[in-house]
Structure formats: C-alpha cells, structure tokens
C-alpha cells in the first residue's frame, strides 16, 4: 500500500513521520498516547462533526472510549493547532 500512496513515500513521508513526531511529544506532554490525544483533538474541534474511530482489538476500542474521559487544555489544543498549520506550510 506505502508504495502506491504518493502521500508515503519521499519527501512526503519524511515530513508527515515529522508531524507524528510532534504529536507524540504533545502527547508526552499530556500525559496520554497519541491515539487518545488525536480523538481527544477532534472532540475538543467544534468544526468536526463526527468522529470514525476504527478498532482491530478490545484495546483500541477501551483507548478510544478512555479519550472521552478527558478534555484537552485549551492552551494545548491552541499549541497543537499552531504546530498543524505551521507543518502543513512546510
């Protein structure tokens, strides 16, 4: 599949793995993994309406519900929508 997609491969993957990378550390940051802190995001975004969270393990799907237990700082959400728009001009 990676080699098909343009958007995985290149340059293109180089920059996106850098946008995982700082997620990562937000995440870090909150004390949460990244899966949590990207739903969590989402849920905080007034502009997303709906949510599809995808699950393969009983895990995944205790990791999404957990991601409603708690509510992103609004400081951080505002950090990681500045880091978003400061990585998609790049």
């Known amino acids: 599949m990676r080699n098909a997609n343009p958007l995985l491969q290149g340059e293109r993957l180089a920059k996106s793995l850098a946008v995982v990378k700082g997620l990562k550390e937000f995440a870090q940051e909150v004390g949460k ?38 509510e992103l700082d609004d400081q951080v959400y505002q950090r990681i929508n500045e880091f978003l728009m400061r990585t998609a001009r790049t």
């Open 33 to 70: 993994p990244l899966s949590q802190l990207a739903l969590a995001w989402m849920i905080k975004d007034e502009t997303i309406t709906t949510i599809i969270a995808g699950a393969t393990k009983i895990e995944h799907i205790q990791d999404n519900v957990e991601s409603t237990t708690w």
